[in-house]
């Protein structure tokens, strides 16, 4: 499995340690089979360079939990989630009757998962679709019986650090082409002035030598979008898990380096 798909068993690991938590965020009880002995690795290894760090995957999984859930008590019934990796919300969120859940990743990371998963019952329709992002997955998508013409709920995480800006800019208008009005999408990025942060070093240094390398940051994350039309409400991670408890430090002061949760709605 290429690099940047091992990071998507790491944080299957860290999902599978937190659904163990008296005071957990959410419940995922496919992550520790999905997070397999190369998942542990991998934490292990993180934490070895990295030391204690903030929950940031533990928040971000669910704030987007509860945004997809908004998004289908909305009446949306397509959900996509975009280079889905260990994703087990297909299975584990309770999605009203008739939502389709389609997950696109490469095929490694499709089979693997199913490998995993085996006859699992999903909680929704769920369509797997085994396409890299950088080939033309739109097609593979409309193949699949994707509705350009209903609206959408799409997911973007923990991807667009390891793009660089040319690639974010195409998935941004992919994802823009195949959005009808009033579709929903979540997406996070880490500020480009948290991605030259001397705090976050130690990280950088682990993920490029893992061969999965963050090269994309940006300080202006509803920009991403806005200029196709999109409406973005820009959440800080650290206000999120301050209201839940469970970020150790106050939330970063307005122009501080910083990551962002996205939800954006097409006009």
Same mark, same amino acid.
């Given at each position: 499995? !290429?690099?940047?798909?091992?990071?998507?068993?790491?944080?299957?690991?860290?999902?599978?340690?937190?659904?163990?938590?008296?005071?957990?965020?959410? !419940?995922?009880?496919?992550?520790?089979?999905?997070?397999?002995?190369?998942?542990?690795?991998?934490?292990?290894?993180?934490?070895?360079? =990295?030391?204690?760090?903030?929950?940031?995957?533990?928040?971000?999984?669910?704030?987007? $939990?509860?945004?997809?859930?908004?998004?289908?008590?909305?009446?949306?019934?397509?959900?996509?989630?975009?280079?889905?990796?260990?994703?087990?919300?297909?299975?584990?969120?309770?999605?009203?009757?008739?939502?389709?859940?389609?997950?696109?990743?490469?095929?490694?990371?499709?089979?693997?998962?199913?490998?995993?998963?085996?006859?699992?019952?999903?909680?929704?329709?769920?369509?797997?679709?085994?396409?890299?992002?950088?080939?033309?997955?739109?097609?593979?998508?409309?193949?699949?019986?994707?509705?350009?013409?209903?609206?959408?709920?799409?997911?973007?995480?923990?991807?667009?650090?390891?793009?660089?800006?040319?690639?974010?800019?195409?998935?941004?208008?992919?994802?823009?082409?195949?959005?009808?009005?009033?579709?929903?999408?979540?997406?996070? =990025?880490?500020?480009?002035?948290?991605?030259?942060?001397?705090?976050?070093?130690?990280?950088?240094?682990?993920?490029?030598?893992?061969?999965?390398?963050? =090269?994309?940051?940006? $300080?202006?994350?509803?920009?991403? =979008?806005?200029?196709?039309?999109?409406?973005?409400?820009?959440?800080?991670?650290?206000?999120?898990?301050?209201?839940?408890?469970?970020?150790?430090?106050?939330?970063?002061?307005?122009?501080?380096?910083?990551?962002?949760?996205?939800?954006?709605?097409?006009?």
């Amino acid at each position: 499995m !290429n690099p940047v798909a091992v990071t998507a068993l790491l944080v299957a690991a860290m999902r599978a340690e937190e659904s163990k938590r008296s005071d957990r965020l959410f !419940n995922d009880p496919f992550a520790h089979a999905l997070a397999g002995d190369a998942g542990y690795a991998a934490l292990r290894t993180y934490r070895d360079a =990295v030391g204690p760090s903030l929950p940031i995957i533990e928040v971000r999984t669910r704030w987007f $939990d509860e945004a997809l859930a908004r998004a289908a008590s909305a009446g949306i019934a397509q959900v996509v989630l975009l280079a889905a990796g260990m994703d087990a919300r297909a299975y584990r969120l309770a999605w009203p009757a008739g939502t389709r859940v389609f997950e696109v990743d490469q095929p490694e990371v499709i089979a693997y998962k199913a490998g995993v998963l085996g006859a699992r019952a999903p909680a929704s329709e769920r369509v797997a679709i085994a396409a890299d992002l950088a080939a033309d997955w739109p097609a593979a998508l409309r193949a699949a019986r994707f509705d350009p013409a209903a609206r959408t709920v799409w997911l973007v995480e923990g991807l667009l650090q390891f793009l660089d800006a040319r690639s974010v800019e195409t998935l941004m208008a992919r994802i823009d082409r195949l959005s009808a009005p009033r579709s929903t999408l979540l997406y996070d =990025v880490v500020g480009r002035s948290l991605l030259e942060s001397p705090a976050l070093a130690p990280a950088l240094r682990m993920m490029t030598e893992l061969g999965a390398p963050w =090269v994309y940051g940006t $300080d202006d994350p509803a920009g991403l =979008v806005a200029a196709h039309g999109w409406e973005a409400a820009v959440v800080d991670p650290g206000e999120v898990g301050r209201r839940w408890d469970r970020w150790p430090i106050p939330p970063a002061p307005a122009g501080a380096p910083r990551g962002h949760l996205v939800e954006a709605t097409k006009r």
